[in-house]
């Protein structure tokens, strides 16, 4: 699983769907199995459940993953407990050997349902289905015990599975608004565009939907720059980029890809859809903000993603040279027109999203919290209850809890909770951690022997196995480790010839759901911790030229002046940008553009050298700060990258630049005093004026 966890994209994720629609086949076949192989089942209705199981399973792994929220996931989760209750029937009145089943009941509801109440209902209808047989009479004393162990951890699972989705996907949304959204206007940046669009495209040639691309640039925004300044330049981009994503809402991904251009994925939209659209963008912008739009359509246009940004690309050029009486009209007075804001109402949609934990999403940090260590406490705790009351019950003789070990056993559960609940979480990897794993899985085996034959009436003992196993081990060797352990002790107790023919059931089909779950937990629990690493590391950089992006200059400037300040250096601060770099992206398409940048950022980092902070806070809008350097050398490094610069003539077009020179402390003692004086010389540099006051 690579990108940002979210359900959606473990909805969406094939190799998960073809784990959850392969259940079905896999206990198919199991059911078939023993019907054939073991002389109780025979004769029973086992091989039409496991035909029919088969079907539903092959059929499903067929068809695309569907996505979260639409009937199909509703009709699987209900196919769980459905399908589970028929083998219930099936297997009267020993029925207890079918329900492990159960189990992925809450796992599937809390990966595609998003509707608590929703969720609530399929576990409410989960819970008839399965005590249907009991409450018709049909079963045995074993199953009555195992549905009170296995309903209530199912449901519990499910909610935990729920827990740690909603963390991943509140962290990815926060680290999102770090690392892979545009911090002047929120919008996503080139990362996030080029990501979003290569998994739409995996899954739209899946489903055969078409999709849509559209490139956006603003008309007049470079007079903009060039007489108000790039402050005033910025307030309207930070306008346009909210109203776009306001306009696009959840049909859409709108993203910034540097300077004035932006870009819009529209997944499942048709041309006529497209059409429409790109009106109401236009439209909706408002009379005084003239932009281009051009798109391009998958799979008409193309089925690769450079293939459509270059044709929406270009097709934006051609509109933009059809129109250019309406682009020379286009210039600084529509400012005087448009309503911009201070940034606080984009400050307050990002403090809206939800608040991710300060700490990312790890292993250490589940399980070492202790959140989870007691939820541990509490499931030791709730099997002894759950003994008890049948112990108290007073069970005739050769009913499942009348072993003179019950008692006993009981006990050791109460003492292994209570020790856990009083206890603080072990680190990972410690004597205490893997004792608390043995544990998990041994007790699940003195259970099972002391109830012998009818050891599946206790069979919810092991069912969060495979996810504690996952939680508190940091490498695949030791879950490996551990889970073979588990699965050995619970092969030799079905061997032993002490357990019952739908015990063996019972514990075959709990072994292959806990292997399922491991590898589940796994490859979430790494994507998450994948994605805490990436989006932390690129939280401070321009993913184009790699660059320090504009949260990352100011708190660096901020940092640099505070240590120059302290050891009396000065601080030269380099403020530049383009000329030409808007007619190569006109003439020669936004590729072009963007490998100028490339090799802009690459002279500045080699002229700054290695001390240097070298940043892009946006477009064609360029920084250098260098520490330690006086006047006269900093009027020599300007001439150096301007003549650097200069010498750059990307497909023939000439390029220049201006730049703006500021020194710390002379023209200021904090980071917006320094660059707010740096911009004003860039201007003057470029034009011998001041920028017009707003």
């Not at 050997?97 to 992925?104: I, T, Y």
């Not at 490139?215 to 307030?235: Q, V």
């Not at 408002?286 to 739009?293: L, Q, W």
């Not at 184009?544 to 240590?563: K, Y």
């Amino acid at each position: 699983m690579t990108g940002r966890v979210s359900r959606r994209a473990l909805a969406l994720n094939p190799t998960v769907w073809v784990l959850v629609s392969g259940v079905f086949a896999m206990i198919g076949f199991g059911c078939i199995a023993m019907s054939l192989l073991v002389p109780a089942f025979k004769g029973q209705d086992l091989t039409v459940v496991g035909s029919i199981l088969v079907i539903v399973g092959v059929y499903l792994m067929s068809r695309p993953a569907p996505e979260a929220d639409s009937p199909v996931p509703h009709i699987t989760v209900a196919a769980v407990y459905i399908g589970t209750s028929a083998a219930m029937f099936a297997l009267a009145p020993h029925s207890s050997g079918a329900l492990p089943a159960a189990v992925f009941v809450g796992v599937v509801a809390s990966v595609w349902l998003d509707n608590p109440r929703q969720i609530m209902a399929h576990f409410a209808a989960a819970t008839v289905a399965l005590c249907l047989p009991t409450m018709l009479g049909m079963t045995d004393e074993s199953t009555l015990i195992a549905l009170f162990t296995v309903i209530p951890p199912t449901f519990v699972l499910g909610l935990c599975c729920r827990t740690v989705l909603g963390l991943a996907e509140s962290q990815g949304r926060r680290l999102e608004v770090l690392a892979m959204r545009d911090p002047l206007t929120g919008a996503g940046n080139r990362r996030l565009f080029e990501e979003e669009l290569a998994e739409e495209l995996a899954r739209h040639r899946a489903s055969r939907r078409p999709l849509a691309v559209f490139a956006l640039d603003l008309n007049g925004f470079k007079t903009i720059n060039d007489t108000l300044g790039h402050a005033a330049g910025d307030r309207v981009l930070r306008d346009v980029g909210m109203r776009l994503i306001e306009l696009a809402g959840d049909r859409a991904t709108v993203a910034r890809l540097g300077g004035d251009e932006f870009m819009v994925l529209a997944p499942t939209t048709d041309a006529d859809q497209a059409e429409i659209f790109a009106e109401e963008l236009k439209n909706g912008l408002g009379p005084a903000i003239s932009t281009g739009i051009g798109w391009s359509m998958y799979p008409h246009d193309g089925i690769e993603p450079n293939q459509l940004v270059e044709i929406a690309d270009a097709r934006l050029i051609a509109r933009k040279a059809e129109s250019r009486e309406e682009e020379r009209s286009a210039d600084a007075a529509w400012v005087r027109h448009l309503v911009v804001p201070d940034g606080s109402e984009l400050a307050e949609a990002l403090a809206a999203e939800p608040r991710a934990p300060r700490r990312p999403i790890t292993r250490h940090v589940l399980g070492s919290g202790r959140l989870l260590w007691r939820v541990t406490s509490v499931m030791f705790l709730f099997y002894a209850s759950i003994a008890a009351i049948f112990i108290a019950a007073g069970p005739d003789p050769g009913e499942p809890l009348s072993s003179a070990m019950s008692t006993p056993l009981m006990l050791i559960g109460v003492l292994i909770g209570a020790v856990i609940w009083f206890s603080e979480p072990p680190k990972l990897h410690t004597w205490g951690s893997d004792l608390t794993l043995v544990f998990t899985y041994l007790v699940p085996v003195a259970a099972w022997a002391v109830v012998r034959p009818d050891a599946s009436a206790l069979i919810g003992f092991g069912i969060f196995v495979g996810p504690l196993v996952v939680v508190r081990s940091k490498s695949r060797v030791r879950i490996a480790i551990h889970l073979t352990a588990a699965l050995a002790l619970w092969s030799a107790l079905c061997v032993s010839g002490l357990i019952s023919a739908p015990s063996i059931l019972a514990i075959g089909l709990l072994s292959l759901i806990t292997v399922i779950l491991t590898f589940y937990c796994t490859i979430v629990l790494e994507a998450c911790e994948a994605q805490g690493a990436e989006l932390e590391r690129l939280s401070d950089l321009d993913p184009l030229t790699l660059l320090a992006n504009r949260r990352r200059l100011h708190d660096g400037l901020a940092e640099e002046l505070e240590e120059a300040a302290a050891a009396g250096q000065m601080v030269a601060v380099l403020a530049l940008d383009l000329n030409g770099f808007k007619q190569l992206n006109d003439n020669e398409g936004h590729g072009a553009g963007d490998q100028l940048l490339i090799d802009v950022a690459r002279l500045l980092t080699e002229h700054g050298g290695a001390q240097a902070l070298a940043a892009r806070p946006g477009g064609d809008e360029f920084v250098l700060v260098v520490r330690g350097i006086d006047d006269a050398a900093a009027d020599r490094l300007a001439d150096r990258v301007r003549e650097s610069i200069g010498r750059l003539r990307p497909s023939g077009h000439p390029i220049s630049t201006g730049i703006g020179l500021s020194m710390f402390p002379d023209d200021g003692s904090g980071a917006d005093a320094v660059l707010a004086a740096a911009d004003r010389r860039l201007l003057s540099d470029k034009y011998g004026q001041e920028p017009i006051a707003v």
